[in-house]
């Protein structure tokens, strides 16, 4: 059975940073192209980051680049998400998913989400 698992979600003000972190379970997570999406209230879900099994080649978002960082432990099978200079528009539910298809869409499994609220 695939579990992810989100973490570190929380509150915090404008201009300040959050780790987040994906535990992965029960999937062949070394392999697997992962990626984190999120969800603000009234919107759809929307890719905000994505790295390979390698770590090579991360994807993110414009609204996000130079802000946020995509990493992964193979070893320790988690996945992590640093951001930096939140802004209020960051405010949304943060979603673990993989293995991404190709484009870097959305994958079968979701972990349960982790909030994530900005405050100005």
């Known amino acids: 059975q695939v579990q992810l698992a989100e973490s570190g979600g929380g509150l915090v003000r404008a201009g300040g940073s959050l780790r987040l972190s994906c535990a992965a379970s029960?999937?062949?997570?070394?392999?697997?192209?992962m990626g984190w999406f999120r969800q603000a209230p009234g919107k759809d879900r929307e890719f905000v980051a994505g790295?390979?099994?390698?770590?090579?080649?991360?994807r993110y978002r414009d609204s996000v680049k130079g802000r946020f960082t995509i990493s992964r432990d193979n070893a320790k099978n988690t996945m992590y998400l640093q951001m930096n200079s939140l802004n209020p528009e960051d405010t949304a539910v943060y979603y673990c998913?993989?293995?991404?298809?190709?484009?870097?869409?959305?994958?079968?499994?979701w972990g349960q989400g982790t909030q994530v609220t900005v405050s100005s």
């Open positions: 029960g999937l062949m997570f070394r392999i697997a192209t």
């Open positions: 998913n993989g293995p991404l298809g190709s484009g870097y869409v959305s994958g079968q499994y």
């Open positions: 790295i390979s099994w390698s770590g090579s080649n991360p």
